[in-house]
C-alpha cells in the first residue's frame, strides 16, 4: 500500500521554500544600504576634512591681498624708473598685483562655495564685517 504524505507536511515544505526566498531580497537589500552608507559616510568625512585643511592656507590668502596692495606702488616705481627693476619690465608688477589679489579672492570664494552643509568655517571669528 502506498503511503502519501499527509497534507500538512506538503504544505510546510512549500512555505519553507517560499520564506527562504523572501529572506534574500532583503538581506541583498540590507548589505546595499550598508555599502551606501559606508560610502556616504567616507565622502562626507573627506569632503569635510578637505574643506578644513584648505581653510587652514585662508591666513595665506590674507597675505596675498596684503602683497596685492604693496606690489600697487612697487609697480609705479618700476614704471616710472625702469633700471630700478632690476631687468623686470614695469607690467610685470602691476600682473602680479592683480594675480594676487585675484588668487586671494577666488581662493576665499571657492573655500565658501565647498563649506559642508551645517559646518562653520573655523576662522570665522577672525573676519570683521557680516559674518562676525
Known amino acids: 500500500m502506498p503511503t ?38 567616507t565622502l562626507s568625512t573627506a569632503w569635510c576634512l578637505a574643506f578644513y585643511i584648505l581653510s587652514m ?17 612697487l609697480s609705479i616705481a618700476a ?3 625702469p633700471e630700478a627693476a632690476n631687468g623686470m619690465p614695469f607690467w ?3 600682473l602680479m598685483t592683480f594675480g594676487f ?12 562655495w565647498i563649506t559642508p552643509p551645517g559646518l562653520e568655517d573655523t576662522s570665522a571669528r577672525y573676519r570683521r564685517g557680516e559674518h562676525a
Not at 506538503?10 to 555599502?35: D, H
Not at 592656507?57 to 606702488?73: D, K, N, Y
Open 79 to 81: 614704471f616710472v624708473k
Open 4 to 41: 502519501k504524505p499527509p497534507a500538512a507536511e506538503i504544505e510546510s515544505k512549500v512555505t519553507e521554500r517560499r520564506s527562504t526566498r523572501r529572506v534574500f531580497p532583503a538581506v541583498a537589500r540590507l548589505l546595499f544600504l550598508i555599502v551606501r552608507g559606508l560610502t556616504k559616510a
Open 92 to 94: 610685470a608688477f602691476i
Open 57 to 73: 592656507f585662508r591666513p595665506f590668502t590674507g597675505m596675498a591681498m596684503l602683497a596685492a596692495i604693496v606690489m600697487v606702488p
Open 101 to 112: 589679489a585675484g588668487f586671494s579672492i577666488g581662493y576665499t570664494n571657492f573655500l565658501d
